[in-house]
């Protein structure tokens, strides 16, 4: 009986200290400005995403949210900022980890963070991106494509965009004759060059890809991840779509983890353990919060919670545990 007392007791002086340090972590917010930071110009994405985030947590902190964007090199300058801001809580990034992962993967100069160290609050939304050809494309599969024996054309913005990365996945794993034409100047730009028959192809993320598709100037090949997409349920995967050996699995496993960072929130590395899990459970009831949902989903800014352990081990399979040969050979199918 003594025994079970002091279980009980030992249990409650747990829980009560655990209340303790989360009412501590809860009143240093109050009155204060907390920044989100975007690595991009206001009016992009992730601008978007990050004003709609803000009220929310402004709510939840008792604080002020505000959204400050650092564009530069492709947001590497504001993550390497984020790398060593002061571990407080009161700045968190909004980044595209997807882009981040592959910069650090292919040794971008002047890259200095590693985004395995940084602490992780959630990923908001991880989308998969969609092979489009025109609307009046011959082309109604993937195999009409590979059967057709044409050297593609795909629209990319620069030499290392998330448009021009995914067509060298795509043709690296399904052994087609390419060229990735960059100038464009984002996914409209050269979803409208595929319509008007200057490209052959353009990889593009699934929000867009619906509006283009749904504008009736695109066609839809496949989704280019093992999940379907919400918006393209009628259309199949790309391992549904074609026979597919183990090297084209695996490089399409990979294009997919690393797509899989997506929308991540993060936290310069070595939080106070209280404070990051005080703020990961104000992120988890933020981004579950039905009113946000459903302002997303109005203006098609889906939010879709990860948990910042599983964001974490997404990040570490990418960036940690590739193997020096796998890092090469996606730098050498990279550099284009």
Same mark, same amino acid.
């Given at each position: 009986?003594?025994?079970?007392?002091?279980?009980?007791?030992?249990?409650?002086?747990?829980?009560?200290?655990?209340?303790?340090?989360?009412?501590?972590?809860?009143?240093?917010?109050?009155?204060?400005?907390?920044?989100?930071?975007?690595?991009?110009?206001?009016?992009?994405?992730?601008?978007?995403?990050?004003?709609?985030?803000?009220?929310?947590?402004?709510?939840?902190?008792?604080?002020?949210?505000?959204?400050?964007?650092?564009?530069?090199?492709?947001?590497?300058?504001?993550?390497?900022?984020?790398?060593?801001?002061?571990?407080?809580?009161?700045?968190?990034?909004?980044?595209?980890?997807?882009?981040?992962?592959?910069?650090?993967?292919?040794?971008? @100069?002047?890259?200095?963070?590693?985004?395995?160290?940084?602490?992780?609050?959630?990923?908001?939304?991880?989308?998969?991106?969609?092979?489009?050809?025109?609307?009046?494309?011959?082309?109604?599969?993937?195999?009409?494509?590979?059967?057709?024996?044409?050297?593609?054309?795909?629209?990319?913005?620069?030499?290392?965009?998330?448009?021009?990365?995914?067509?060298?996945?795509?043709?690296?794993?399904?052994?087609?004759?390419?060229?990735?034409? @960059?100038?464009?100047?984002?996914?409209?730009?050269?979803?409208?060059?595929?319509?008007?028959?200057?490209?052959?192809?353009?990889?593009?993320?699934?929000?867009?890809?619906?509006?283009?598709?749904?504008?009736?100037?695109?066609?839809?090949?496949?989704?280019?991840?093992?999940?379907?997409?919400?918006?393209?349920?009628?259309?199949?995967?790309?391992?549904?779509?074609?026979?597919?050996?183990?090297?084209?699995?695996?490089?399409?496993?990979?294009?997919?983890?690393?797509?899989?960072?997506?929308?991540?929130?993060?936290?310069?590395?070595?939080?106070?353990?209280?404070?990051?899990?005080?703020?990961?459970?104000?992120?988890?009831?933020?981004?579950?919060?039905?009113?946000?949902?459903?302002?997303?989903?109005?203006?098609?800014?889906?939010?879709?919670?990860?948990? @910042?352990?599983?964001?974490?081990?997404?990040?570490?399979?990418?960036?940690?545990?590739?193997?020096?040969?796998?890092?090469?050979?996606?730098?050498?199918?990279?550099?284009?």
């Amino acid at each position: 009986m003594q025994r079970l007392f002091a279980t009980v007791l030992a249990l409650g002086l747990i829980a009560s200290s655990s209340t303790l340090a989360q009412d501590a972590e809860s009143k240093f917010f109050e009155g204060k400005t907390v920044r989100i930071v975007v690595g991009s110009g206001s009016g992009g994405g992730y601008d978007i995403y990050a004003r709609l985030m803000a009220p929310y947590f402004a709510k939840a902190l008792h604080a002020t949210v505000v959204v400050e964007n650092q564009p530069g090199a492709g947001g590497i300058t504001s993550l390497n900022r984020m790398y060593i801001a002061p571990p407080d809580g009161l700045t968190l990034s909004f980044a595209n980890g997807t882009s981040a992962a592959f910069a650090q993967i292919t040794d971008q @100069p002047g890259l200095r963070f590693d985004l395995a160290k940084f602490d992780y609050l959630a990923t908001v939304g991880a989308p998969p991106g969609l092979w489009l050809v025109a609307a009046n494309s011959p082309w109604r599969s993937v195999k009409d494509v590979i059967a057709s024996g044409k050297k593609l054309n795909w629209g990319a913005s620069g030499p290392s965009d998330g448009l021009g990365n995914g067509a060298a996945f795509t043709c690296a794993a399904l052994k087609l004759q390419c060229q990735i034409v @960059p100038g464009y100047t984002g996914s409209n730009q050269a979803a409208l060059a595929v319509m008007k028959g200057e490209m052959d192809a353009v990889y593009i993320p699934e929000s867009s890809a619906n509006n283009f598709v749904k504008a009736g100037q695109n066609f839809a090949l496949a989704t280019m991840a093992r999940h379907k997409s919400r918006w393209f349920q009628d259309r199949p995967t790309i391992h549904e779509a074609v026979d597919l050996d183990a090297d084209a699995q695996w490089l399409f496993d990979f294009h997919s983890g690393v797509e899989n960072l997506g929308r991540i929130l993060i936290l310069p590395p070595n939080m106070p353990k209280a404070r990051l899990a005080f703020l990961q459970k104000i992120t988890k009831d933020v981004l579950h919060d039905p009113q946000l949902i459903a302002d997303g989903e109005r203006s098609e800014r889906i939010i879709e919670y990860l948990d @910042p352990d599983s964001t974490l081990k997404n990040a570490q399979a990418v960036v940690a545990n590739i193997t020096p040969e796998q890092k090469g050979r996606v730098q050498a199918l990279l550099k284009r």
